[in-house]
């Protein structure tokens, strides 16, 4: 083989690895619970293979924030508060996902305190 036929498959080697990597920290995340976490890489890494992955991640984060948001209902006079490193996380997520931000961003923004 010539030189030039040996670099592309090492390029494509070391492309193929950081693929698997990244899903092996997906699931890693999956497993640990970590789901805003897995939204968050779910953002960045938009190809088909992680597609199943990822559309659960968006489910799960869903209901991570309507748990979130569910909380005004128990204190109707108070806006709830949420640890930074979550709601940094959160906001994250709507700066990089339309669906979710149309979905929760204004409540969001209404009902966690600043």
């Known amino acids: 083989m010539d030189r030039k036929k040996i670099l592309i498959l090492i390029l494509l ?3 193929q690895t950081c693929k698997a ?26 190809d088909q293979e992680y597609k199943e992955i ?10 991570r924030i309507d748990q979130i948001l569910s909380q005004q ?5 108070l806006r709830v508060s949420v640890d930074q490193k979550t709601k940094k996380q959160v906001e ?7 669906a979710l931000k149309d979905r929760y961003l204004p ?3 209404k009902i966690v305190q600043e």
């Open 21 to 46: 990597s990244i899903l092996d920290k997906m699931k890693e995340l999956q497993k640990e619970g970590k789901v805003l976490e897995l939204a968050i890489l779910c953002n960045e890494h938009k």
């Open 107 to 109: 409540i969001w923004k």
């Open 73 to 77: 209902a128990d204190l109707p006079f």
């Open 92 to 98: 994250e997520i709507f700066s990089k996902n339309p």
């Open 13 to 15: 080697l070391f492309i």
């Open 54 to 63: 990822c559309n659960t991640a968006w489910d799960e984060t869903g209901r």
